[in-house]
């Protein structure tokens, strides 16, 4: 069967293509704008380069056509707190997809516990094992309502449990299938 995307609504789209790149990794990021933190889940979201080192995540907008809270926040300040979500934060990391007001915060209203690491970058989340603390690099535009984001890892924060000496990284790391999550397991 030939799936021809120009015949397809935008929710097919979204469901193909979802449910064929898979698995994506879900990009946990928390911003921070007049000392209000804002947490939400994105899985548009790869690297691009080690050098220099980018990712992009694709943000969209809200219902009412304004951009999300996450990209406004990172356009204003040009910081980005990356987190990783495992088995154990799935269930915080759902109810931050939730859509709220700009000035409530998803980490104060779901009880989200984070901490400071570095003085420039909005906290992490604490039950992450792994975060990229990244900076502003360029925006794509694609002419839809989405706006790709290339971001540049400046530091990153990982659990002593889950790096050797040799710099080898043991993350459990979930990501999305679909519309459906899944643990990253090696064959
Ligand atoms: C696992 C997961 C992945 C998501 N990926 C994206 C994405 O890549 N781009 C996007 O615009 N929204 C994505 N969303 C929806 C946002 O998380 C949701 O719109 C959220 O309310 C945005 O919050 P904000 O306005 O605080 O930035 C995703 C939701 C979930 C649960």
Same mark, same amino acid.
Do not use: H
């Given at each position: 069967m030939i799936l021809d995307y /120009?015949?397809?609504?935008? !929710?097919?789209?979204? /469901? @193909?293509?979802?449910?064929? @790149?898979? =698995?994506? =990794?879900?990009?946990?990021? @928390?911003t921070e704008d007049?000392?209000? !933190? #804002?947490?939400? +889940?994105?899985?548009?979201?790869? +690297? !691009?380069?080690? #050098? =220099?080192?980018?990712?992009?995540?694709s943000i969209g907008v809200k219902e009412d056509d304004t951009p999300k809270?996450?990209?406004?926040?990172? %356009?204003?300040?040009? $910081? *980005?707190?990356?987190?990783? *979500? #495992?088995? #154990?934060n799935l269930e915080k990391l759902k109810l931050t997809a939730t859509s709220l007001d700009k000035n409530e915060?998803?980490?104060? $209203?779901?009880?989200i516990e @984070?901490?400071?690491? %570095?003085d420039d970058f909005p906290p992490m989340i604490s039950s992450s094992k792994s975060a990229l603390f990244c900076t502003f690099h360029s925006r794509l535009s694609l002419?839809?309502?989405?706006? =790709? %984001?290339?971001?540049?890892i &400046? &530091?990153?924060?990982?659990c002593d449990e889950c790096i050797d000496e040799k710099n080898h990284i043991n993350l459990d790391n979930i990501g999305r299938v679909g519309v459906s999550f899944a643990k990253i397991v090696k064959i």
């Open positions: /120009k015949k397809l609504d935008d !929710l097919s789209r979204y /469901k @193909v293509m979802s449910a064929s @790149v898979v =698995p994506r =990794p879900i990009a946990w990021i @928390v007049e000392g209000i !933190l #804002n947490a939400a +889940p994105f899985s548009y979201f790869i +690297p !691009l380069s080690s #050098n =220099p080192a980018t990712i992009v995540v809270d996450t990209l406004a926040n990172i %356009l204003k300040t040009k $910081k *980005a707190t990356i987190c990783f *979500a #495992n088995e #154990n915060s998803e980490i104060e $209203k779901y009880e @984070v901490k400071k690491i %570095l002419g839809g309502d989405t706006t =790709p %984001l290339i971001l540049e &400046q &530091q990153q924060f990982v």
